[in-house]
């Protein structure tokens, strides 16, 4: 793989000397290289080569609208080959909030507010033939819920497992009554921060973006940086927001997020930061418990 990334960037860089290249991680769609330290190099995981160009093309595109809108920065693509499946960038500063927490984390909340406020009122006309519309119904996310639950019981420690059970055999909230652009994947692994300033400097992987419920960029705020930086947020935050009924599935989203995390991170290999965080979370997010 690597000798097929050193192709790549000789055929869309020439002249450009390739020094290093390392794998960065990897996800459920797609492979990421870091080339030199300084260029970001994506690869779909995509089996179907129609698909495949398609999800490219498309997200070259929608890359191209997100620069005009986003108040943080974001890759802009140098090149990106749809044979290939492939999308480059130049590398974004920071460092992900996944793996290098900031120690104010409250200072995140106003531009996390400002950021999501711009996205989600782009016109939706701008963006609907570059990305789907979600409409994964709340009921289908609480049996997903059940099903990573299953799978992790034995690592929950046993005061979590009540309220967590608590949560799964309750009913979930009322369906969204309206959708918006979101990045609709806002996890921690996905925000760049600069560690010693507690400060944004970038949102990166818009694979997953879609008109979808905006919500549910909010409530993985509640996941990634907990209730008090949410309600902060909240506060800067300049879209539609109903106190009665969104906060419910703010918390709804998080918690069922949460669980998806801990099995992601404890069933895929290199991905134990997930189950580490997620574990290491399930207090705040699903309630203090003895």
Not at 21 to 29: F, N, P, Q
Not at 153 to 173: K, N, Q, T
Request: proline share 7%; glycine share 6%; with cysteine.
């Amino acid at each position: 793989m690597t000798d097929e990334i050193r192709a790549l960037l000789a055929h869309h860089r020439p002249g450009y000397e390739v020094t290093s290249v390392a794998k960065l991680g990897e996800g459920l769609d797609n492979i990421t290289y870091d080339i030199n330290g300084e260029v970001i190099v994506r690869r779909s995981k995509e089996a179907d080569h129609a698909r495949r160009s398609e999800a490219i093309r498309r997200e070259a595109d929608l890359l191209a609208v997100v620069a005009e809108v986003s108040t943080l920065p974001v890759p802009e693509p140098i090149f990106a080959d749809i044979e290939a499946g492939a999308l480059a960038y130049f590398k974004l500063p920071g460092l992900p909030l996944l793996e290098h927490p900031v120690v104010q984390p409250a200072r995140l909340a106003a531009p996390l507010g400002g950021f999501l406020s711009h996205l989600h009122q782009t016109p939706v006309e701008k963006v609907e033939e570059l990305v789907e519309r979600d409409t994964y119904p709340l009921l289908a996310w609480r049996r997903d819920a059940e099903r990573d639950y299953r799978k992790i019981v034995e690592y929950i420690p046993a005061a979590a497992r009540r309220p967590v059970e608590d949560f799964l055999g309750s009913m979930p909230p009322a369906e969204p009554r309206a959708a918006a652009f979101c990045h609709n994947d806002l996890g921690a692994e996905h925000v760049l921060v600069d560690i010693e300033a507690s400060a944004l400097t970038g949102v990166i992987d818009w694979s997953d973006a879609a008109i979808a419920d905006s919500v549910h960029d909010l409530a993985l705020i509640y996941r990634g940086l907990g209730p008090e930086v949410f309600e902060l947020t909240l506060g800067y935050y300049e879209g539609p927001f109903d106190d009665a009924v969104d906060r419910e599935r703010a918390v709804f989203y998080a918690r069922c997020a949460l669980l998806e995390d801990i099995a992601y991170g404890l069933s895929t290999p290199g991905a134990r930061r997930y189950a580490e965080a997620g574990l290491a979370h399930l207090a705040r997010t699903f309630g203090e418990f003895a």
